[in-house]
């Protein structure tokens, strides 16, 4: 059974910096698909930052330029790195990890990230 945990969320004001951290216990890291998410109360959850298996990324417009997905495989560790943070990116953060052949999904706990204005 696949495990992830994220940790690293908190609370910070805006225009600072969080990096948020997903551990997922699979034997080869690099053979999944890499995703952060973040549900807001009241609101569904959403994609903020992909990192394939191949070393690509995406993200959405909100968020572009300020988020930087990243992964150390030789630490089985998945980076958010969150700059010039906004109220608006308040939310719950979650770490998926997608199995890049059987699709299979696993999703950590969440972490919480408060940015105050």
């Known amino acids: 059974q696949v495990q992830v945990v994220e940790s690293g969320g908190g609370l910070v004001q805006a225009g600072g910096s969080l990096r948020l951290s997903c551990v997922a216990s699979?034997?080869?890291?690099?053979?999944?698909?890499m995703g952060w998410y973040r549900q807001a109360p009241g609101k569904k959850r959403e994609l903020v930052a992909r990192l394939s298996s191949a070393g690509s990324t995406n993200y959405p417009g909100s968020v572009k330029g300020r988020f930087t997905i990243s992964r150390d495989n030789a630490k089985d560790i998945v980076y958010l790195q969150m700059n010039s943070l906004k109220p608006e990116d308040t939310g719950v953060y979650y770490c998926n990890a997608q199995h890049t052949s059987s699709r299979r999904d696993y999703w950590g706990q969440g972490t919480q990230v408060t940015v105050s204005s």
């Open positions: 699979v034997s080869t890291l690099s053979t999944f698909t």
